[in-house]
């Protein structure tokens, strides 16, 4: 890895001392710099975990990539710079069936600093900004919204507010799991069968719709089959999103150079089909 290229494709200045500032910093600027997106799916092209292969496509080519890649790399990148890394698997919580996937359905980190410990994830779309401290059960409030780590024995569960409680924290809120997971150490190579699954199964998102998310400063841009969805930070409670749902094959390519800073090298095939619920075995 080239450190130096890895933080000028994210914006931070090199060097980095691993601080709690400079984890920060990284995690943001990530998600800021690095669309969450699964388009080598959609252009006959296969998700490889090797990490110099993530390296050239998320850093060289200036791609981003779903958790398995984004994490996957990022992880590197920390420990690249002297952070203590563990990489762990979460169960992400299927919203048709309200179920849990199987293990390592999505790469996860925990970094320990100071004897503090931190949950960071710049692979899961619309999730938190920073680094969450996993020492505390405490809501954690970020710009985008009100999060918390719930330990319930071994698990532990990262939950979003339901609520508009990010603005009114003293406001009683619902609480939504998105996903959970334990600490145990995981290795890279655990994760492959799964990543194998999401680019091939009619019950995964990645296989039936083609998507490339980013998070503004504002909000969020999301590219989903052929519909554009812009969300709005400072939008009112309720407010309906700014949709377009007929962009055309041309309307894409400039909407993914333009906005989410992606060339495709391979032609995209639009994809926004429905999702056959899993079966409930988790």
Known sequence: MDVGKYLARIGCSSPCSPTLETLRCLHLNHLLTVPFENLSVHTGERVCLDLPLLYEKIVSKRRGGFCYENNGLFSWLLSQLG??????????????????????????????????????????????????????????????????????????????????????????????????????????????????????SISSIFFCKSLCSLLLPSGRITIIGRKLIVTSLSAEKDQPSKTNSNLSDEEITELLRDKLGIVLSSPLTPKDIDIVPPPINY
């Open 83 to 200: 952070y203590e890394v563990h990489i762990l698997s979460a169960q992400v919580k299927n919203r048709l069936t309200g179920a849990y996937g199987p293990p390592f359905d999505h790469f996860i980190s925990m970094v320990t600093l100071d004897g503090h410990r931190w949950l960071c994830d710049v692979g899961f779309g619309s999730g938190f900004q920073l680094p969450l401290s996993l020492e505390t059960d405490s809501p954690q409030k970020q710009s985008h919204g009100l999060y918390r780590l719930r330990t319930e024995g071994k698990l532990v569960f990262m939950e979003m507010s339901e609520g508009d409680a990010v603005k009114d924290p003293a406001e009683d809120t619902a609480w939504r799991a998105l996903y959970k997971f334990t600490f145990e150490p995981r290795q890279r190579e655990d994760f492959k069968a799964m990543c194998d699954y999401h680019q091939s």
